[in-house]
């Protein structure tokens, strides 16, 4: 039914944004990309930096050097 995909697009939608702010905490602690993917829930790493930039306007990588950068700056 429409009700059921509007539900299960929610709970993906949800589940992606908790998926990647925790691979944002990752990030920040400095692990490699390829020990996050896995950790939380990805099975490849394309796929994982293509979501990620998708929902934060950037790669994972230039995610880590602007935060990284603004923690020096700051």
């Known amino acids: 039914s429409a009700e059921s995909d509007v539900y299960k697009r929610q709970v993906v939608k949800w ?13 920040l602690k400095n692990k490699k990309l390829t020990e996050i993917y896995p950790e939380v829930g990805y099975t490849n790493l394309s796929y ?11 790669t994972p990588l230039e995610y880590r ?4 950068e603004k923690e020096t700056i700051d």
């Open 15 to 27: 589940l992606t944004t908790v998926r990647i702010d925790k691979a944002k905490q990752l990030i």
């Open 48 to 58: 994982f930096s293509n979501v990620f930039k998708k929902v934060c306007g950037m």
């Open 65 to 68: 050097r602007k935060t990284l």
